[in-house]
């Protein structure tokens, strides 16, 4: 069993940055996949980023692609978000996510959920 816990969502202006991060706990192992994904209000959850040794290069959601960066530092058990350029439409529930199946195509189905965290950008 893998426990995750989050913390770094706030409140931010338009163009401003927050970090997220995601301590995993339990069974942890460094090669496990991990990712973030968000769920705006009347939306579905999608996928914003996760990082794999199986698949490479990290992988992101193209709305963010160049603004957010997924980082993992094994020896802490924990997995960032570092958003950058942030917009009124990255506002969501951001949730982390371990363990599961990430495949090169860019579906990732995970084994374990963190609570979420708000991320609120305001224009």
């Known amino acids: 069993q893998v426990q995750l816990v989050e913390s770094g969502g706030g409140l931010v202006q338009a163009g401003g940055s927050l970090r997220l991060s995601c301590a995993a706990s339990g069974r942890t192992y460094s090669n496990y996949p991990m990712g973030w994904f968000r769920q705006a209000p009347g939306k579905e959850r999608e996928l914003v980023a996760a990082?794999?040794?199986?698949?490479?290069?990290?992988h992101y959601l193209d709305s963010v692609k160049g603004r957010f960066t997924i980082s993992r530092d094994n020896a802490k058990n924990t997995v960032y978000l570092q958003m950058n350029s942030l917009k009124p439409e990255d506002t969501a529930v951001y949730f982390c996510?371990?363990?599961?199946?990430?495949?090169?195509?860019?579906?990732?189905?995970?084994?374990?959920w963190g609570q979420g965290a708000q991320v609120t950008v305001s224009s």
């Open positions: 990082i794999s040794w199986s698949v490479g290069s990290p």
């Open positions: 996510a371990a363990g599961g199946i990430f495949y090169s195509s860019g579906t990732y189905r995970p084994d374990y």
